[in-house]
């Protein structure tokens, strides 16, 4: 499917030497034509081979604007499927505007969020879960992150989805052709094969399904709670963990009031650091609520970081902050201020719980501090697994799994196959939806691309 606009849009962030603009479409040779140089005389754009760079001016009227080198694509072999056109200029936001400007008044239009992505969609050069997948990758944050992009680009859920549709399709058909002969009481469809294919899609889906709440994490980063009594330092170790001043630190107690986050990439992995108010007894109305904000954090943390004063009883201080249900292998006890007072006995701490004495203030100690989050929030994952990141594929997914698992049940409680095949329908119309290959309302489209930014 071709539109019969010309989109253009600057691709490139700002900032560096070089930037790049694309133009897309059935138009795009004859209005670069319009606005494009050589440097090579006689010669004519409309000749250009494909995969090729050619080297000129991009003028406006008479006013050279830049010295240039496009890049030549041929539909259908570029990344939209159409005529495309990339344009390398010096990255001055001038330059590019004035291009930009040059290309719209010649006919192109201002792309718009994803466009670029969602034609390469709609012609086919990649499914929908790929076409996700490219906002993922530009967006990702940590080699975990950036792994599970590119294996999804590569077709990784598309793959085995649609080996598992044709399957089930396929029993679907010869289970709807059984209807037609119903008086003749035949079975074209093999009810034990069909019943095998089934639990191989459950497990596929539960794995996928149970893949998100780690997927989730990646992408969000895992959640970290520092915690503790106020005063403790947990704002001086956000800040000494960050190597960054992003929280106020003082010696009043109850200094931080609010929850404060911010991001932290430790061998590879995401983590996302939640500095929290000290807890204690109160009355102050608005530092109660930063109190049960820090529970809260407590609570949704896979990693609580519970730091300890160790002039005073420190196993007092723990179980006032440390639900006595939450499980201690999620848990780091730092004992704080060793630069002060290094004695604190750690051995009246709860067993399972890792302990580290640490100087937030003086920065020591925090290397072995890294290592033990690393160990804990290391998820075993291998790189070529499929794991979920994205909500919207894990909602349909579920869905899917919940289809089968009645097409499951109708098949072994030996319901007619018109109920059995209805479940299934079901579900691959589920995994249609992943593809895109049954998606047409502009709402869901939209609301996949306009997390693009312009110019993808
Ligand atoms: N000597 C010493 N002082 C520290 C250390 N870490 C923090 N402090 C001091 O302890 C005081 C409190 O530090 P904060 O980081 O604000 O403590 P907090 O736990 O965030 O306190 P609240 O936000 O009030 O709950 C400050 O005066 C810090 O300089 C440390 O390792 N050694
Ligand atoms: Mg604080």
Redo the contacts with the bound molecule.
């Keep these: 499917m071709q539109s019969n606009t010309t989109i253009a849009a600057i691709c490139t962030g700002h900032g560096g030497a070089i930037a790049v603009l694309r133009i897309s479409g059935e138009n795009t040779l004859n209005i670069v034509s319009k606005v494009f140089k050589p440097l090579k005389k006689d010669f004519s754009l409309k000749d250009a081979q494909a995969n090729r760079i050619y080297n000129g001016f991009i003028v406006d009227g008479e006013t050279e604007i830049d010295r240039v080198v496009l890049t030549i694509y041929r539909a259908p072999h570029s990344y939209t499927g159409e005529d495309v056109v990339e344009i390398s200029c010096h990255a001055s936001s001038y330059i590019q505007k004035e291009i930009l400007s040059v290309l719209i008044k010649n006919g192109a239009q201002l792309a718009q969020r994803g466009e670029f992505t969602r034609r390469a969609f709609q012609n086919k050069k990649m499914d929908l879960s790929q076409a996700e997948a490219v906002a993922d990758l530009i967006a990702s944050k940590s080699k975990a992150e950036h792994d599970i992009a590119v294996n999804q680009m590569r077709g990784g859920i598309t793959l085995e989805i649609k080996r598992l549709r044709d399957l089930l399709l396929k029993f679907t058909s010869l289970m709807e052709l059984e209807l037609d002969f119903s008086e003749e009481d035949v079975e074209f469809a093999d009810r034990s094969q069909l019943r095998k294919i089934l639990t191989e899609t459950e497990n596929y889906l539960n794995r996928l399904v149970g893949s998100f709440k780690y997927g989730n994490a990646i992408k969000n980063g895992i959640p970290v709670a520092i915690c503790?009594?106020?005063?403790?330092?947990?704002?001086?170790?956000?800040?000494a963990l960050l190597n960054d001043e992003r929280?106020?630190?003082?010696?009043?107690?109850?200094?931080?009031r609010d929850v404060l986050e911010d991001f932290l990439t430790i061998d590879g992995t995401l983590y996302r650091l939640i500095?929290?108010?000290?807890i204690r007894q109160t009355d102050d109305k608005i530092e109660k609520l930063g109190i049960d904000r820090a529970k809260n954090a407590i609570s949704k943390a896979e990693i609580v970081v519970v730091?300890l004063n160790p002039t005073t009883d420190i196993l007092q201080q723990f179980s006032q902050i440390i639900p006595e249900d939450f499980p201690k292998s999620k848990i780091i006890a730092v004992v704080?201020?060793?630069?002060?007072y290094e004695n604190a006995d750690t051995s009246v701490l709860p067993s399972g719980v890792s302990i580290i004495k640490?100087?937030?203030?003086?920065k020591t100690n925090l290397e072995e501090l890294f290592s033990k989050i690393s160990a804990l929030g290391s998820v075993d994952y291998s790189q070529d697994e499929v794991v979920l990141t994205n909500v919207r594929h894990f909602t349909i997914f579920s869905e899917a799994l919940e289809s089968v698992k009645r097409a499951e049940t109708a098949l072994s409680s030996g319901l007619s196959g018109e109920f059995v095949s209805q479940d299934i329908r079901e579900a691959l119309r589920a995994f249609a939806e992943i593809t895109g290959d049954e998606i047409t309302t502009d709402e869901v489209l939209g609301n996949i691309f306009k997390n693009f930014c312009i110019g993808k």
């Design positions: 503790g009594e106020p005063n403790a330092g947990k704002s001086t170790l956000l800040n929280a106020i630190v003082s010696d009043i107690p109850g200094t931080t500095d929290t108010a000290g730091v704080n201020k060793s630069d002060i640490i100087s937030a203030k003086h």
